[in-house]
């Protein structure tokens, strides 16, 4: 259940930032209503999971998956590109959530 919690969590940010671009510097209503109630959202999930996840390994997981999500939301609803040492800046930060969260004594296994 606390990662099916840590993931509610990611996708309300990853929806939530991407509405930014949207919301325009909050003067668009929708938007705005979307990145408000998607970072509460975010914030309320994340907070429920470090009752068993260690705060270290869930902000890494809900940061570093985050960071990969909204690019990927950038390059498809937004056109932005991505270079090959960007791809790989990416691939990085797939591999240190991963050995984080399947290797590391750290993390709730």
């Known amino acids: ?22 919301a325009e ?14 970072y509460g959202v975010a914030f309320v999930c994340l907070s429920l999971t470090l009752k068993t996840i260690p705060v270290g ?7 570093g998956v985050g960071i990969v999500l909204v690019a990927g939301v950038g390059w498809a609803l937004y056109g932005q590109s991505l270079d090959l040492a960007g791809a790989v800046g990416l691939g990085l ?17």
């Open 1 to 22: 259940m606390t990662y099916a919690l840590l993931f509610v969590a990611i996708v309300a940010e990853v929806i939530a930032t991407s509405a930014l671009k949207a």
């Open 93 to 109: 930060i797939i591999a240190g959530v991963l050995i984080v969260n399947l290797v590391s004594k750290t993390a709730v296994h």
């Open 25 to 38: 510097g909050f003067t668009r209503l929708v938007p705005s209503l979307i990145v408000i109630v998607g």
């Open 57 to 63: 390994i869930a902000y890494a997981t809900w940061s």
